[in-house]
């Protein structure tokens, strides 16, 4: 279709707006980024604006020191790549189970459901659960974790209803389709889009957690990444407040000194530290929404 | 002849076994971790004390939702809460309008680049984001306060000032969440029909009448969804990021449910109050769900059920 | 026959209550020197949870758990932790408690909950006798030592310093820019009038970004206006019970002299001798303003933010005012602690976790806890190199100078963390020159002792200026380790969430000059404090004091 004015004029404001808000933006993600090497002093008080000031690679150089953190790295990928397998796997069948509104018991089986969202037992059954359940520091733990999330199985019944058409299916049954077939063969290629934004949601929610570990993992070589940058980031925060002054040397006073220092430049580190790894990653996954968009089109 | 069509539960299963079959693993795993340890709901009607466990603590009724009621400053608490998340709602379409803006651009370089840009702010931790605001919002050296200064204004003060306390905390949540929210409503809107699309524009429409016509009626069910759900956290406002942005001046507006939870709960170490209080928040969550769901189902014919 | 049977089983119960032996040990395990072995034929596996810090390594990877496996034949499954609260809540919360609580920060609100009133937390106290020779001595001689770790029941659940030694490093501290008074050509400040001055001269100059730094929430200088009025408080916004002329006091909400403090904090807000951000200062930019030089007060140990010119900084002398003709300054300077070594009530063995606790206050039994064996010792099992020690009682680690990863960046700090020792710091038994004095002892070296500062040591040089300047003045605070029963201290925190956000919100509308400081105003403030249940909590604090005056 040959572009008419209006269509020009659209663009051109659509892509000046896009324009001004990715501004927004990428000014306070600039400011991570030299926060990160400046020097911490000068970035507490405000004097970080534009440049880094006092080029400082120490912050980096703090994290990476502690051996965890590629025992964190190791570890956070195992749970991320099998956590996510786990939750597609129960999701995704589930969610297209319940998009088919003539099935009898599905307000049974949704409710069922939507009722984890709002009400738990807690803290202290959920520990006491895993504990007989001997997932206790156990790789395990943090994969089987979450299971389903409610939220997201909604989301997905949702695209299943809404974009695939009921004739299709209509027509593979009279074509002698089972259930499981017609999943496999119309549903399935029809919904790469929204495979796409589970794994990515499911894997996220992976990357990101630590309060899981926190309490159900004591065991240093199971720490996910999440959880050492935060112990190393507390602790050096915190470094002052438990030593014990008197019987230490100068130069060990000044490493403290210095870590409590460097935990202000630190916090923006970690930042890089932690989700790098996912921004590289991420331009891989976005060409399957391109593929969803192929895939989604539908004939008729 | 109208044949009543009862609910034949045994037919069904013959006919649907696989599809009952596909839910079963998500039925397991849901039972396992969320229902056996349901009976944990019931600290809060009881005074659990450790050494007597859950069933073998007394049974207090309604005394801690009562004394909840009755402190002094829930409604204070409950309004801050409210304040935080009723103006965070009017901030709802705006992924969906970058969603929109995104779907729409041409170029592919772009979109991408303009895409993952409004994506990496998900990846920032709250820790920093509040770090950030407080740097900006400095009076003496702050971002804000010196482009005041260049223009000849006053330098205010921001973060001390409770009438801004929500503004900073929902607007700061916007700009950490919104790339990230417009992900869903681009997954729908790629599986809209390019057909369509074409069609309408064969019929004259200008892109603005596309969208408005075109990718907003289709994508409605997904929006009406998020929105229900989305009703279901009108009490849910962190501890943790009100902690890192509250100050002594602007206390009256920055106290919320979880602030106080967390020092009678983690501080205080009083289990049976601090799971009441979250009873009360979850049950209200609940009838605004359903009340929502209901309201939409009306107007759109979409809900959760 | 009757009398005969009674008489019979009285003295089978007077004699059974004898103490058997003075600490043999007991069933499964033996006294050796100064450290419990169990026997060989006897399994026994203690679970222990610790808190785990920063440098900390692995327990796999630390000597004491080692040592106690090989030496002492105690089996341990450690588990450590970096987020205390969290963890204490699910520990107590499941009712799951290990044989040892270590370093994990139990408050007295915990003790009361889970020692008194869930008993799930020994009495340490009765075994004290058998098991732990020790404490016990020392206890015999200072019973005073005792009385802080006592709960309402009188029962003790946990273990922690004794609060004897003076450490200066633990003191509340102000310092003032020596420079900067030096070049202002005046003299330390003694009373109130006199440091505000010095204040406006600071102001004056033109490096000066405030004269008095610091920020409510990040290193607040308030300490220095609050002892002036005579409050011997240790924490610098008013905000906690202490006593003023002997009597119990909230500073916030005493209506005879807060307002006065309002006042003044009010002129220093107003005249700009404190930051316009007090109240939204975060402590690195306190540190680098002091670091900067731009600033004439410092509430912080100086070498934290300037360690290359700490020698700047000197401490300040508590000040009198129109309002306290005598100086005063807390006195917190003694090593206390509590709850920092509990043993669980349920455990198999509570004879042998109280005689490892009681190595903490025998003199060689925590250098092995914190420092491990000397060099060339049997005990350091070929894992690590062992210390050394100089006369003065200044210790090393062999392993510093042959290690080549520097992993532990040459810290004496650091290598205990990650090789060492199971505790941070001498946070729980004795402390002090007994220890250094043993260890030249063990070294075979004649101990010369502590003799004077020296100046040239970051650490040295504020806690000397502290010793001299606040030392003469310290007075006795409100007792720092409080037991409350579990319903006062659940009305206390309620109380606190209400009468807590009252005062630090119209204090900061008060001093930065949103609420007018009229006696209407101050009037209103306090009724509206009596109104939300002030007079209750205070009641509480007061009532304390009396019962622990009484029992002195």
């Given at each position: 279709m040959p572009k008419s004015r209006t269509d020009r004029i659209f663009d051109t404001i659509n892509n000046l707006l896009l324009f001004l808000l990715t501004l927004a933006f990428i000014y306070p993600l600039y400011f991570i980024v030299i926060a990160s090497v400046s020097e911490p002093y000068a970035v507490a008080t405000g004097k970080v604006f534009y440049l880094p000031e006092g080029l400082s690679w120490d912050a980096y150089k703090n994290v990476f020191e502690n051996k965890q953190i590629w025992?964190?790295?190791?570890?956070?990928?195992?749970?991320?790549?099998?956590?996510?397998?786990?939750?597609?796997?129960?999701?995704?069948?589930?969610?297209?189970?319940?998009?088919?509104?003539?099935?009898?018991?599905?307000?049974i089986i949704m409710t069922f459901f939507f009722i984890t969202m709002y009400f738990g037992g807690g803290m202290i059954p959920a520990f006491l659960l895993r504990k007989s359940l001997n997932l206790i520091n156990t790789?395990?733990?943090?994969?089987?974790?979450?299971?389903?999330?409610?939220?997201?199985?909604?989301?997905?019944?949702?695209?299943?209803?809404?974009?695939?058409?009921?004739?299709?299916?209509?027509?593979?049954?009279?074509?002698?389709?089972?259930?499981?077939?017609?999943?496999?063969r119309i549903a399935l290629p029809l919904s790469g889009s929204i495979l796409a934004v589970m794994t990515l949601f499911y894997a996220v929610g992976h990357w990101n957690s630590y309060?899981?570990?926190?309490?159900?993992?004591?065991?240093?070589?199971?720490?996910?990444?999440?959880?050492?940058?935060?112990?190393?980031?507390?602790?050096?925060?915190?470094?002052?407040?438990?030593?014990?002054?008197?019987?230490?040397?100068?130069?060990?006073?000044?490493?403290a000194a210095q870590r409590a220092y460097i935990a202000e430049a630190m916090k923006y580190a970690v930042i890089f530290i932690a989700s790098a790894p996912l921004l590289i990653a991420y331009p891989f996954v976005q060409k399957y929404f391109v593929k969803g968009v192929m895939t989604g089109s539908i004939k008729g | 002849m109208i044949i009543p069509r009862k609910k034949n539960y045994k037919k069904a299963f013959r006919r649907y076994w696989q599809l009952y079959l596909m839910v079963l693993p998500a039925i397991i795993a849901v039972f396992i971790f969320h229902y056996i340890p349901i009976y944990g709901v019931q600290i809060a009607f009881r005074d659990y004390r450790p050494s007597k466990g859950i069933w073998g603590s007394a049974w207090v009724g309604l005394k801690y939702f009562i004394r909840f009621v009755n402190y002094p400053n829930f409604w204070r608490i409950i309004k801050n809460t409210l304040?935080?998340?009723?103006?965070?709602?009017?901030?709802?379409?705006?992924?969906?309008?970058?969603?929109?803006?995104?779907?729409?651009?041409?170029?592919?370089?772009?979109?991408?680049?303009?895409?993952?840009?409004?994506?990496?702010?998900?990846?920032?931790?709250?820790?920093?984001?509040?770090?950030?605001?407080?740097?900006?919002?400095?009076?003496?050296?702050?971002?804000?306060?010196?482009?005041?200064?260049?223009?000849?204004?006053?330098?205010?003060?921001?973060?001390?000032?409770?009438?801004?306390?929500?503004?900073?905390?929902?607007?700061?949540?916007?700009?950490?969440?919104?790339?990230?929210?417009?992900?869903?409503?681009?997954?729908?809107?790629?599986?809209?029909?390019?057909?369509?699309?074409?069609?309408?524009?064969?019929?004259?429409?200008?892109?603005?009448?596309?969208?408005?016509?075109?990718?907003?009626?289709?994508?409605?069910?997904?929006?009406?969804?998020?929105?229900?759900?989305?009703?279901?956290?009108?009490?849910?406002?962190?501890?943790?990021?009100?902690?890192?942005?509250?100050?002594?001046?602007?206390?009256?507006?920055?106290?919320?449910?979880?602030?106080?939870?967390?020092?009678?709960?983690?501080?205080?170490?009083?289990?049976?109050?601090?799971?009441?209080?979250?009873?009360?928040?979850?049950?209200?969550?609940?009838?605004?769900?359903?009340?929502?769901?209901?309201?939409?189902?009306?107007?759109?014919?979409?809900?959760?059920? | 026959m009757k009398k005969l049977l009674s008489f019979v089983l009285s003295l089978v119960m007077v004699?059974?209550?004898?103490?058997?032996?003075?600490?043999?040990?007991?069933?499964?395990?033996?006294?050796?020197?100064?450290?419990?072995?169990?026997?060989?034929?006897?399994?026994?596996?203690?679970?222990?949870?610790?808190?785990?810090?920063?440098?900390?390594?692995?327990?796999?990877?630390?000597?004491?758990?080692?040592?106690?496996?090989?030496?002492?034949?105690?089996?341990?499954?450690?588990?450590?932790?970096?987020?205390?609260?969290?963890?204490?809540?699910?520990?107590?919360?499941?009712?799951?408690?290990?044989?040892?609580?270590?370093?994990?920060?139990?408050?007295?609100?915990?003790?009361?909950?889970?020692?008194?009133?869930?008993?799930?937390?020994?009495k340490i106290d009765e075994y004290m006798e058998e098991y732990m020779p020790n404490l016990y001595a020392i206890y015999q001689k200072h019973p005073e030592y005792q009385k802080n770790m006592l709960a309402p029941d009188g029962h003790q659940y946990s273990l922690g310093n004794l609060g004897d030694k003076i450490n200066y490093s633990k003191l509340s501290r102000v310092f003032i820019n020596q420079t900067w008074l030096k070049e202002a050509n005046l003299e330390t400040p003694k009373t109130l009038d006199e440091f505000i001055d010095m204040l406006r001269v600071f102001k004056q100059r033109e490096d000066c970004e405030v004269p008095m730094g610091g920020g409510f929430d990040a290193i607040s200088p308030g300490l220095a206006i609050l002892t002036a009025l005579g409050y011997v408080t240790t924490q610098p916004n008013g905000g906690s019970v202490c006593l003023r002329n002997g009597k119990v006091v909230l500073p916030y909400g005493d209506r005879e002299i807060y307002g006065e403090y309002l006042k003044i904090m009010n002129t220093l807000y107003t005249e700009e001798l404190i930051s316009h951000d007090y109240y939204t200062l975060e402590t690195p930019q306190v540190r680098a303003i002091a670091a900067n030089n731009a600033t004439g007060i410092l509430a912080e140990t100086p070498y934290l933010s300037s360690p290359e010119t700490f020698t700047n900084w000197w401490s300040m002398l508590p000040l009198t005012s129109a309002w306290n003709d005598t100086p005063v300054w807390p006195d917190n300077a003694h090593y206390l602690s509590s709850g920092i070594f509990c043993i669980g009530a349920n455990t198999e063995y509570p004879e042998l976790c109280c005689a490892l606790g009681d190595m903490l206050f025998?003199?060689?039994?925590?250098?092995?806890?914190?420092?491990?064996?000397?060099?060339?010792?049997?005990?350091?099992?070929?894992?690590?190199?062992?210390?050394?020690?100089?006369?003065?009682?200044?210790?090393?680690?062999?392993?510093?100078?042959?290690?080549?990863?520097?992993?532990?960046?040459?810290?004496?700090?650091?290598?205990?963390?990650?090789?060492?020792?199971a505790l941070t710091g001498y946070i729980?038994?004795?402390?002090?020159?007994?220890?250094?004095?043993?260890?030249?002892?063990?070294?075979?070296?004649?101990?010369?002792?502590?003799?004077?500062?020296?100046?040239?040591?970051?650490?040295?040089?504020?806690?000397?200026?502290?010793?001299?300047?606040?030392?003469?003045?310290?007075?006795?605070?409100?007792?720092?380790?409080?037991?409350?029963?579990?319903?006062?201290?659940?009305?206390?925190?309620?109380?606190?969430?209400?009468?807590?956000?009252?005062?630090?919100?119209?204090s900061a509308n008060f001093i930065t000059g949103r609420r007018s400081l009229t006696d209407e105003e101050l009037n209103k403030y306090f009724d509206q404090l009596d109104s939300l249940g002030f007079q209750e909590l205070l009641s509480y604090y007061v009532d304390y004091y009396e019962d622990y005056q009484a029992t002195k």
């Amino acid at each position: 279709m040959p572009k008419s004015r209006t269509d020009r004029i659209f663009d051109t404001i659509n892509n000046l707006l896009l324009f001004l808000l990715t501004l927004a933006f990428i000014y306070p993600l600039y400011f991570i980024v030299i926060a990160s090497v400046s020097e911490p002093y000068a970035v507490a008080t405000g004097k970080v604006f534009y440049l880094p000031e006092g080029l400082s690679w120490d912050a980096y150089k703090n994290v990476f020191e502690n051996k965890q953190i590629w025992v964190g790295y190791r570890n956070t990928i195992f749970y991320t790549v099998l956590g996510t397998v786990y939750n597609l796997i129960l999701t995704i069948p589930a969610a297209y189970t319940l998009s088919k509104r003539k099935l009898p018991g599905r307000t049974i089986i949704m409710t069922f459901f939507f009722i984890t969202m709002y009400f738990g037992g807690g803290m202290i059954p959920a520990f006491l659960l895993r504990k007989s359940l001997n997932l206790i520091n156990t790789p395990w733990v943090l994969i089987i974790n979450s299971g389903v999330s409610c939220w997201n199985l909604i989301v997905t019944r949702q695209f299943f209803e809404n974009n695939i058409p009921d004739d299709l299916y209509e027509a593979a049954e009279i074509d002698g389709a089972s259930e499981l077939g017609m999943f496999f063969r119309i549903a399935l290629p029809l919904s790469g889009s929204i495979l796409a934004v589970m794994t990515l949601f499911y894997a996220v929610g992976h990357w990101n957690s630590y309060y899981s570990a926190l309490l159900y993992v004591n065991k240093q070589k199971y720490y996910p990444l999440q959880l050492v940058l935060r112990n190393i980031l507390i602790s050096n925060q915190n470094t002052m407040a438990t030593i014990d002054t008197l019987s230490i040397d100068a130069d060990a006073l000044a490493v403290a000194a210095q870590r409590a220092y460097i935990a202000e430049a630190m916090k923006y580190a970690v930042i890089f530290i932690a989700s790098a790894p996912l921004l590289i990653a991420y331009p891989f996954v976005q060409k399957y929404f391109v593929k969803g968009v192929m895939t989604g089109s539908i004939k008729g | 002849m109208i044949i009543p069509r009862k609910k034949n539960y045994k037919k069904a299963f013959r006919r649907y076994w696989q599809l009952y079959l596909m839910v079963l693993p998500a039925i397991i795993a849901v039972f396992i971790f969320h229902y056996i340890p349901i009976y944990g709901v019931q600290i809060a009607f009881r005074d659990y004390r450790p050494s007597k466990g859950i069933w073998g603590s007394a049974w207090v009724g309604l005394k801690y939702f009562i004394r909840f009621v009755n402190y002094p400053n829930f409604w204070r608490i409950i309004k801050n809460t409210l304040s935080i998340t009723l103006y965070s709602l009017t901030t709802f379409p705006l992924a969906i309008i970058l969603a929109l803006m995104l779907n729409e651009v041409r170029n592919v370089k772009y979109k991408k680049f303009v895409q993952m840009v409004s994506y990496a702010p998900h990846f920032v931790s709250t820790v920093v984001v509040c770090s950030m605001v407080m740097l900006f919002t400095n009076y003496s050296n702050g971002l804000f306060n010196n482009i005041r200064a260049a223009l000849g204004m006053d330098r205010i003060d921001i973060i001390t000032n409770p009438d801004f306390f929500v503004p900073i905390h929902v607007w700061s949540g916007v700009w950490q969440g919104l790339g990230w929210g417009t992900i869903i409503y681009i997954a729908a809107l790629s599986s809209i029909s390019t057909e369509m699309i074409e069609a309408a524009r064969i019929d004259g429409a200008s892109r603005l009448q596309v969208i408005w016509y075109v990718n907003i009626p289709c994508i409605l069910p997904t929006v009406v969804i998020m929105l229900i759900l989305r009703m279901g956290n009108l009490l849910s406002v962190g501890f943790e990021k009100i902690f890192l942005l509250q100050n002594s001046l602007n206390i009256s507006a920055s106290r919320v449910i979880s602030t106080y939870v967390y020092e009678v709960g983690i501080g205080g170490g009083q289990y049976s109050y601090s799971a009441a209080i979250g009873l009360f928040n979850n049950v209200i969550s609940v009838i605004m769900v359903v009340f929502t769901n209901m309201i939409a189902k009306k107007i759109s014919n979409v809900g959760l059920w | 026959m009757k009398k005969l049977l009674s008489f019979v089983l009285s003295l089978v119960m007077v004699v059974s209550a004898l103490p058997l032996t003075v600490s043999a040990g007991s069933d499964y395990f033996t006294i050796k020197d100064f450290y419990p072995v169990v026997d060989a034929n006897k399994e026994v596996t203690l679970r222990v949870v610790v808190y785990q810090s920063a440098d900390q390594a692995d327990a796999s990877e630390i000597w004491f758990w080692k040592w106690l496996k090989e030496v002492c034949n105690i089996n341990v499954e450690v588990e450590q932790y970096s987020n205390r609260a969290e963890i204490k809540n699910l520990m107590f919360g499941t009712g799951e408690l290990p044989d040892l609580i270590l370093n994990m920060a139990v408050n007295t609100r915990e003790i009361v909950n889970y020692g008194v009133e869930e008993e799930m937390l020994l009495k340490i106290d009765e075994y004290m006798e058998e098991y732990m020779p020790n404490l016990y001595a020392i206890y015999q001689k200072h019973p005073e030592y005792q009385k802080n770790m006592l709960a309402p029941d009188g029962h003790q659940y946990s273990l922690g310093n004794l609060g004897d030694k003076i450490n200066y490093s633990k003191l509340s501290r102000v310092f003032i820019n020596q420079t900067w008074l030096k070049e202002a050509n005046l003299e330390t400040p003694k009373t109130l009038d006199e440091f505000i001055d010095m204040l406006r001269v600071f102001k004056q100059r033109e490096d000066c970004e405030v004269p008095m730094g610091g920020g409510f929430d990040a290193i607040s200088p308030g300490l220095a206006i609050l002892t002036a009025l005579g409050y011997v408080t240790t924490q610098p916004n008013g905000g906690s019970v202490c006593l003023r002329n002997g009597k119990v006091v909230l500073p916030y909400g005493d209506r005879e002299i807060y307002g006065e403090y309002l006042k003044i904090m009010n002129t220093l807000y107003t005249e700009e001798l404190i930051s316009h951000d007090y109240y939204t200062l975060e402590t690195p930019q306190v540190r680098a303003i002091a670091a900067n030089n731009a600033t004439g007060i410092l509430a912080e140990t100086p070498y934290l933010s300037s360690p290359e010119t700490f020698t700047n900084w000197w401490s300040m002398l508590p000040l009198t005012s129109a309002w306290n003709d005598t100086p005063v300054w807390p006195d917190n300077a003694h090593y206390l602690s509590s709850g920092i070594f509990c043993i669980g009530a349920n455990t198999e063995y509570p004879e042998l976790c109280c005689a490892l606790g009681d190595m903490l206050f025998n003199e060689t039994g925590i250098i092995y806890w914190l420092l491990g064996p000397q060099k060339d010792s049997e005990d350091l099992l070929d894992f690590m190199g062992g210390w050394i020690v100089d006369e003065s009682g200044n210790y090393d680690f062999v392993d510093l100078h042959t290690d080549t990863t520097g992993m532990y960046g040459n810290s004496g700090y650091t290598y205990r963390m990650k090789k060492v020792g199971a505790l941070t710091g001498y946070i729980c038994g004795i402390t002090g020159e007994n220890i250094a004095r043993r260890m030249c002892e063990m070294a075979s070296i004649e101990y010369k002792g502590f003799t004077e500062w020296d100046m040239t040591h970051p650490d040295h040089h504020y806690q000397a200026s502290l010793e001299e300047n606040v030392g003469p003045y310290l007075t006795e605070q409100f007792p720092p380790i409080v037991f409350f029963d579990m319903d006062t201290a659940a009305r206390i925190t309620e109380l606190n969430t209400l009468i807590g956000d009252y005062w630090k919100a119209e204090s900061a509308n008060f001093i930065t000059g949103r609420r007018s400081l009229t006696d209407e105003e101050l009037n209103k403030y306090f009724d509206q404090l009596d109104s939300l249940g002030f007079q209750e909590l205070l009641s509480y604090y007061v009532d304390y004091y009396e019962d622990y005056q009484a029992t002195k």
